[in-house]
């Protein structure tokens, strides 16, 4: 086989037929923001394909009038990933349905409410079970339809409204991802259909990049280039920052991750794996130091690649979560928490372990062991879907809290989703601790009128907080919980002004910058979207804090192979001008 043919793949020509006029929703204004409530855009139309062949009729259409393309999920980015300025949007909404194929199991599924219907195919072969969906089902209608099968689709987001598609562009990961890894570590296969409305499919395995490159040879286009930049990842567990790019990569990760900038998913192939029975655990700490030597004890017994299948060890937990003593002290304070927090708690660790029957008492036994050894306050241990659903409340509770707080105060949230090495967590948490006591200063002295630096003391506190209980829930301007398996902390500002909001952006751009120094990343599961930050009054991407102007640049000459028109979710990753530049040195 010669060179070329070992990295060039063909776009294919055929697609099933369109169903007649495409609809289109009768608003747009639900389309012009996300979740992050930070970003408002502007769009003339919003699309509702039903199929892969109505996506490749807009986009043939769309990119030879020049138009600007947004692909749309179910809105949940955090980060403006979905939000357009300007142009059309392709919402992917109605594309809930594998077409039926024979040899495969199909499994469906009608929303009474809504009359929609949801299909995805399931099968096996030699690599284990795997499921073709499509690209606007949810993660949680994917997890109702495969759960009376005893099958589950790992990667785990909290957001359980996001869409197939909106999670691999985003290589969406959750707490369960200590053990299985990212979204990324699950996809096989995927349809993408490309800027000018071919359609491209990869398979994992099948093309690896050669010299820093791809080729691929397209019916309308002749063969493209797709140069890679050079550049080094984060050598973290987790990352969603910037395009995946590495030394004899699989094409399909450059996809993976890409925030919609390449193409846009119509079917996708991901493994299953047999769902289990656990049983979860959340332990009190009156100190964290004790809470971070239980984490440090139970990764030395769980420390294993990320994405391998259960191996059947007794400590090996699917997920290790953290929450830091603001964390507990702003649930107790408003009173938010379903399950009783010790009144002396500093910190608590929360644990999801697979067992089985015969399994099930020497398991328990060993994880007894294991935290006895590091004396919790108190444990909650749930077997139960009624206990579990009380952890899944509490976990839950902390980032609702926090948005409630802020949202009646008239502010925006400031939160991080910085990643760093597994040997930088505890430099990152001490970093973390360091922000979060200037910033409860800050506070108090800027209610007292006091100067930044003043060091508050007893009689400070008691001429502005009415009794110990409030004071200690006012007093909590940051706090952080998350997935420290995977050092992985979300950091959360609460501010209470817009002067306090100004303080705090500033403090965690200061966080994100300590993150990148560690070597870690911008961002380990939201992406990068259209964030931005300021630098000596310039608006720079997010993702320069990590990668040079040149390394972006070389994302945008990327892109521009598969979108010389840069039409399609254009702002995501580097903004507009970007493209022009690189486009300028071709
Ligand atoms: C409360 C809350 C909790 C969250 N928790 C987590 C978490 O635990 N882990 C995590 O990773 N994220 C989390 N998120 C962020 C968000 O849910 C994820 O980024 C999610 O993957 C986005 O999916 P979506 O369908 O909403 O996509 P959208 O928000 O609509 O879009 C996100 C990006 O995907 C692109 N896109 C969407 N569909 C396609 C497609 N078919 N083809 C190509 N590109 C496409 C869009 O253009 C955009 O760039 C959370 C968000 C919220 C609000």
């Not at 689709?153 to 369960?176: F, I």
Request: with cysteine.
């Amino acid at each position: 086989m010669n060179k070329r043919a070992l990295n060039t793949i063909s776009t294919l020509d055929h697609v099933e037929a369109s169903k007649g006029p495409i609809p289109c929703s009768n608003s747009v204004e639900p389309y012009l923001t996300d979740e992050s409530s930070s970003f408002k855009g502007v769009a003339e139309k919003v699309f509702l394909p039903r199929c892969e062949a109505e996506v490749v009729q807009l986009m043939r259409e769309m990119y030879s009038r020049g138009v600007e393309v947004t692909v749309s999920g179910s809105g949940t980015s955090l980060t403006g990933a979905r939000v357009p300025f300007g142009g059309i949007v392709i919402s992917m909404e109605q594309m809930t349905s594998t077409p039926m194929r024979p040899g495969f199991q199909a499994l469906q599924f009608k929303d009474q409410r809504t009359n929609r219907e949801y299909r995805v195919l399931t099968g096996v072969d030699q690599k284990g079970s795997f499921m073709i969906a499509p690209p606007g089902i949810t993660l949680e209608i994917v997890e109702e339809v495969l759960k009376p099968m005893g099958l589950m689709y790992p990667p785990d987001p909290t957001e359980k409204t996001a869409t197939m598609g909106g999670s691999v562009a985003t290589n969406a990961s959750g707490s369960r991802s200590f053990r299985y890894g990212p979204t990324r570590s699950w996809v096989r296969r995927l349809r993408v259909v490309l800027p000018f409305g071919e359609v491209l499919e990869v398979r994992r395995g099948e093309v690896k990049a050669v010299e820093n490159r791809f080729i691929i040879e397209t019916s309308s286009r002749g063969v493209i280039h797709v140069p890679l930049p050079t550049m080094q990842m984060p050598r973290v567990r987790k990352n969603s920052a910037g395009l995946f790019v590495e030394e004899g990569m699989d094409l399909i990760d450059l996809f993976i991750g890409s925030e919609g900038i390449l193409g846009i998913f119509t079917e996708i192939e991901v493994s299953l794996t047999q769902s289990r029975e656990t049983f979860q655990c959340l332990a009190f700490y009156p100190s964290r130091f004790q809470a971070l030597a239980f984490v440090e004890k139970v990764m030395s017994l769980s420390r294993k690649p990320a994405g391998k299948p259960f191996m059947g060890d007794f400590t090996n937990p699917l997920s290790l979560e953290y929450y830091d003593g603001c964390s507990l002290k702003f649930l107790d304070w408003g009173g938010k928490s379903p399950i009783p927090i010790p009144g002396n708690a500093e910190a608590a660790v929360e644990f999801e372990q697979e067992v089985d029957e015969e399994t099930l008492e020497v398991c328990m036994e060993k994880w007894d062991e294991l935290l006895d050894e590091f004396h919790p306050i108190q444990t909650y241990v749930a077997f139960t879907e009624d206990e579990k659903r009380r952890l899944v409340e509490f976990r839950h509770s902390l980032p609702e809290a926090v948005n409630q707080y802020v949202r009646t105060r008239g502010v925006s949230k400031v939160a991080t989703d910085v990643a760093v090495p597994e040997d930088e967590t505890q430099r990152m948490i001490d970093f973390y601790e360091e922000v979060g006591r200037r910033a409860q200063t800050e506070r108090v002295n800027r209610r007292l009128g006091l100067s930044p630096t003043h060091i508050m003391s007893m009689e400070d506190e008691s001429l502005i907080f009415k009794d110990e209980k409030e004071a200690q829930g006012l007093k909590v301007a940051s706090l952080y919980f998350g997935h420290i398996g995977d050092s992985h902390l979300h950091l959360n500002f609460l501010p209470e002004s817009h002067g306090e909001l100004e303080y705090m952006k500033n403090l965690a751009l200061e966080v994100v910058k300590k993150g990148v120094e560690l070597g870690g990343t911008v961002s380990a599961e939201h992406g990068v979207g259209k964030k931005f930050y300021l630098e000596d009054g310039t608006v720079k991407p997010l993702l320069e804090l990590m990668y040079s102007k040149e390394v972006l640049l070389g994302m945008a000459k990327l892109k521009l192979a598969f979108d010389p028109k840069g039409v399609l979710n254009v702002g995501n990753m580097f903004p507009k001008e970007y493209l022009t530049e690189a486009a300028n040195r071709l």
